[in-house]
């Protein structure tokens, strides 16, 4: 590789991460205020994770005979041999601080929400990226039906905050007992048609065969349109869950599909799955936005002493900034400048700050170019900003205590002391 290219590369931002800048920057931060907002409204609390997690906790958590574990984590090895990774998901590092920090003694279940990024080295693509943005919720400690439905719920309301339709595809797994008897009847049918399978989806027959379900492959897709459904072997006991659940969301009137292909293929799911998708203008769902499900097993698998009722959703921040609509997350701290600052000669800009500090105290956002000492490029900026009102600092103004404030449209302006701006502003419309 040449000098030039390398430097070329070097100075981009790696494959399948990226920069967020202008509006993008405050439409992230404002999705984020929002469903926070909204979980808290629901009776989550927020956690941190660490970036950094042991690799075992996803081993154990996601599963090694995933894409996520088998090619997508990016890993490293301290200089101690400890074996760490970039969390890649949220769920597992969730149960590991719940475990750690010993939240089984608080009153259950516990509710969480948290956010940011996540890491997988995946083949990059329309609204997925190797650095991505998730917005999860979790709730730990109980094993009931509402508590499925509460989490839909919420995911469902900080998605229609986009301004788009939102869609439900809901399944349920059953028990442990069910999904037993379901792999024998699923393993059953895929060997009679394992010449239609795509090779790809043979390959997993052997260590994951409910994937096969999810399989994006057209040969495999037609198969599964006659395989067998989990809903036709529950038990009485996941029976009365998912009715339960199916239930509740009437009753809130959500909007849902039931999608017998929907699954998890990880054992320690159970019960309800689900998925949050937008349609296209021909009625066909186009895109995922996130999704969840039960997942009463995980605290076991991942070495617990005991099984730990669960149930949680990851909202995809990437896709959802790509269909929001505009205007659907605008920041608190984004607010439209009514007031650009002027400072013109080395007396105003020494006493310049001191305004600033006025102002923010107030709670007036300002735009100044500190930097230029010419007044016409300064009020060229401020014309071409759109801001409705200068605030002119001179040398004769840092003498007198005082600032000219300019309306920029009528060209009018006055003259006021330091002491009287905050009061007099707020009389401009």
């Keep these: 590789m040449s000098a030039a290219k390398k430097t070329k590369d070097t100075l981009q931002a790696p494959k399948g991460m990226r920069d967020f800048i202008g509006d993008n920057f405050y439409t992230k931060q404002g999705f984020y205020e929002k469903a926070q907002e909204i979980a808290e409204y629901y ?106 439905a509460i989490t839909i719920q919420t995911g469902y309301q900080i998605l ?20 037993k008897e379901y792999l024998k009847k699923l393993k059953a049918f895929y060997r009679k048609n394992s010449k239609r399978i795509a090779k790809k989806d043979l390959e997993r027959l052997s260590t994951n065969p409910m994937r096969v379900l999810d399989s994006k492959e057209p040969d495999t897709i037609l198969v599964n349109e006659n395989a067998p459904t989990l809903i036709s072997t529950l038990n009485d006991i996941s029976k009365k869950h998912f009715k339960s659940v199916l239930e509740y969301l009437d009753a809130a009137h959500i909007p849902y599909e039931i999608d017998n292909t929907l699954v998890r293929g990880l054992d320690y799911y159970a019960h309800t799955v689900f998925e949050y998708v937008t349609y296209d203008k021909d009625g066909n769902s186009s895109l995922a936005l996130g999704g969840g499900g039960r997942y009463d097993g995980l605290a076991k698998v ?44 080395y007396e105003a800009k020494g006493k310049a700050f001191n305004i600033i500090e006025i102002l923010r105290k107030k709670k007036y956002p300002i735009k100044h170019s500190l930097s230029k000492n010419n007044l016409g490029k300064q009020l060229g900026i401020a014309e071409s900003l759109g801001i409705p009102y200068a605030l002119i600092f001179g040398k004769k103004e840092a003498i007198d205590s005082t600032v000219i ?23 401009l419309k």
Excluded at 164 to 176: A, M, P
């Design 43 to 148: 009776g989550f609390s927020g956690i941190e994770l660490p970036i950094l997690e042991h690799e075992d906790i996803f081993i154990k958590g996601v599963g090694d005979n995933t894409d996520i574990v088998e090619k997508e984590m990016y890993s490293l090895k301290t200089k101690g041999g400890d074996k760490l990774v970039m969390r890649p998901e949220g769920t597992a590092a969730i149960m590991r601080s719940y475990i750690e920090h010993g939240m089984g003694s608080l009153p259950q279940p516990v509710f969480l929400y948290y956010g940011g990024p996540f890491f997988r080295h995946e083949r990059p693509q329309k609204g997925r990226y190797r650095q991505l943005y998730q917005f999860g919720l979790e709730i730990i400690g109980s094993e009931k039906a509402v508590l499925d």
């Design 160 to 179: 229609k905050e986009t301004g788009q339709d939102i869609t439900i595809k809901i399944n349920t797994l059953g028990d442990s007992e069910v999904r």
């Design 302 to 345: 991942m070495g617990h002493t005991k099984d730990v009722p669960a149930v949680g959703l990851g909202l995809g921040v990437d896709r959802i900034m790509d269909i929001a609509k505009e205007g659907s997350f605008n920041p608190k701290i984004r607010k439209k400048p009514k007031f650009f600052f002027i400072q013109i000669g």
């Design 405 to 427: 404030v300019r309306n920029m449209k009528t060209r009018k302006q006055k003259t006021i002391p330091i002491e009287e701006l905050a009061d007099y502003i707020k009389t």
